[in-house]
């Protein structure tokens, strides 16, 4: 696709309830990131995977937050059990040497 | 360990007016890339100028400008004429050696532009 799509724009999920967030990446962009942005912050690495391969996943917060990409393309951040402090937006970023970053619109959890 | 600070946690500048939004930086790497994002209300983040640590000359865009002090670790956004439309976040972010490495953000400016 052109850009990166982020699904779903909105989730509203109450406490202890799992929710899984999708990141469609631009067509061959080999690394893929996921950001926590929380309201009036700035964003916050998560992991990182390059191609299938989780590179680095030393931002996720807690065990309760997994991220996978099997094929190499879309990815899934998933966050289990969500507590009240998870509500963020959750951004995605693509990007292929040379190509710089590009961001999709996020998608913003709240936890109620 | 790489960190971003900024500053200036809100501005205001009249219309017309240049405006300098204040960012530095911390990294042990010797290669590294600076980076300036917007992010207007719609929450979209816009790629707005880099700045590699061994380029010889300030970055420029249109209107942007990143005053690059090597020395200093600082690398300042000028913005000249400033627009209504530059209401907005904006974020500082670097990037280690690596040109495929995560970016680091520092924790934005949000800037007013005052018709």
């Known amino acids: 696709g052109a850009g990166v799509s982020q699904s779903p724009r909105y989730k509203v999920a109450k406490r202890g309830q799992d929710v899984a967030l999708r990141c469609d990446p631009i067509s061959g962009h080999v690394s893929l990131f996921w950001y926590q942005q929380a309201l009036g912050q700035g964003p916050e690495f998560l992991t990182y995977?390059?191609?299938?391969?989780?590179?680095?996943k030393s931002g996720l917060p807690s065990d309760r937050f997994f991220a996978e990409r099997p094929e190499g393309s879309v990815s899934t951040l998933k966050i289990q059990r969500t507590q009240q402090e998870d509500s963020a937006v959750y951004l995605c970023?693509?990007?292929?040497?040379?190509?710089?970053?590009?961001f999709g619109s996020g998608t913003r959890l709240t936890v109620v | 360990a790489q960190k971003i600070t900024q500053t200036q946690p809100g501005m205001f500048v009249q219309e017309k007016e240049a405006v300098t939004l204040d960012c530095t930086y911390d990294?042990?790497?010797?290669?590294?890339?600076l980076f300036w994002y917007k992010q207007p209300s719609s929450g979209e983040m816009i790629f707005l100028i880099y700045?590699?640590?061994?380029?010889?000359q300030n970055a420029t865009e249109g209107r942007y400008s990143l005053n690059f002090q090597k020395a200093r670790k600082s690398a300042n956004l000028v913005i000249s004429a400033s627009q209504l439309g530059d209401s907005a976040m904006y974020f500082c972010?670097?990037?280690?050696?690596?040109?495929?490495?995560?970016?680091?953000f520092g924790k934005g400016t949000r800037l007013h532009i005052l018709p």
């Open positions: 970023a693509s990007s292929t040497p040379g190509d710089g970053y590009t």
């Open positions: 972010a670097m990037r280690g050696w690596n040109r495929d490495d995560k970016i680091i």
């Open positions: 700045q590699g640590s061994y380029d010889q």
């Open positions: 990294t042990s790497d010797p290669s590294y890339g």
């Open positions: 995977f390059q191609n299938e391969a989780q590179l680095d």
